[in-house]
């Protein structure tokens, strides 16, 4: 016969607002952080935790959180690939100083250049299948 047993959980809820680094938007977010108090949570001295040991933890990484940059547009984040962060740079393709993101192709594109290159790609893709 199996048995659960249930420790109690310590949590924090941290929450940031911002603009997005890509698409400027205003974004906010919420996080929850949390520890159980559990005999196999234990402080690097070996003993177990305790909520005068937990909360500060968790505070602290809540405020790590707080630190990174928003980001909503999820053309920018791909799993397997780097978060891209916008810098002020000039577009390779309209050569204007915008907020760029270094992207799959391996250029510096601002958003708009970036949208355009994607809908080539769907083009180019098309008259592959339709053997042009």
């Known amino acids: 016969m199996n048995q659960t047993v249930s420790f109690r ?17 205003r974004r906010t977010r919420t996080k929850k952080f949390w520890q159980t108090l559990s005999p196999f949570n234990k402080t690097a001295e ?8 937990i909360v500060p933890e968790l505070q602290a990484k809540a405020a790590e959180w707080k630190k990174e940059p928003i980001n909503c547009c999820q053309w920018a984040i791909k799993p ?26 391996n250029g510096e594109y601002c958003i708009e250049c970036y949208k355009t290159v994607i809908e080539w790609c769907k083009e180019a893709i098309e008259e592959i299948k339709a053997g042009k």
């Open 46 to 53: 070996g003993r177990i935790k305790t909520t005068y040991d």
């Open 9 to 25: 959980e310590i949590g924090r809820q941290a929450r940031k607002s911002g603009k997005c680094t890509v698409c400027g938007k």
């Open 80 to 105: 397997g690939r780097k978060k891209y962060i916008m810098e002020k740079k000039r577009c390779e393709i309209c050569g204007k100083m915008k907020k760029t993101a270094s992207t799959i192709f």
